[in-house]
DNA sequence: ATAAACAAGTTTATGAAATAAACTAAAATA
DNA sequence: TATTTTAGTTTATTTCATAAACTTGTTTAT
């Protein structure tokens, strides 16, 4: 039977967020707006689903005199990821 | 920017049916719930949205006695799955 | 100095969608 | 012939994604 997909894992904007985060080192609030297209709330809101499940890890401060709140994929994240990424290749990986 | 995900194809269950669909000549209902592990319910509803979409098509007939309603893929739905996969790879293709 | 516009978010509200529960109709079984 | 099972559909509920509204502070213009 095919694999159950992370409900967190499968959302367009979570797994958006992730998938640049397993790329950098970490990445401010603006960027991630910015490369995703999402509205600042709908951000805000799926980085909070994200860091409470510890996929990632935030830390409020300032660039300047703006406040920044910058984003950095944990272990458990990365390894959520891959496994989601695993998962997903059952599916669409089309053995005809 | 990321791609945007076909929000039809985004969902576990019609993923499920799709991806099994896109292996096969065809499916009933009740192999599609087996392998899917879905509950009725929620399979006919995730049906009729791929059968509206043109993505399946849906015959209704009997094995023996018993109503049996067979699915299968569509040119459509062959086509916007593998744009679907497409579109995910390059969410999950981690370039780290 | 003060008002207006902008930046970086958060919180609350809304609409859509996934899932579950309840129901139907017919067939098989005890 | 009564009960259970099969093969679904329909309706209801809950969850979730998204949007709208709001907050706090900063820069810019007057």
Known sequence: MLPKLDPLLHSELRLA?????AGVESADFTFL?????ATSG?????????????YIT??????????CTTCKITQTGRDAFSQYVSALQEYIQTNK
């Open 17 to 21: 967020i992730m998938s640049i985060l």
């Open 33 to 37: 707006k910015g490369q995703t297209g």
């Open 42 to 54: 709908n951000l805000s809101v799926q980085i909070d689903k994200l860091t409470a499940a510890n």
């Open 58 to 67: 935030v830390e409020k401060g300032f660039k300047g005199k703006m406040p």
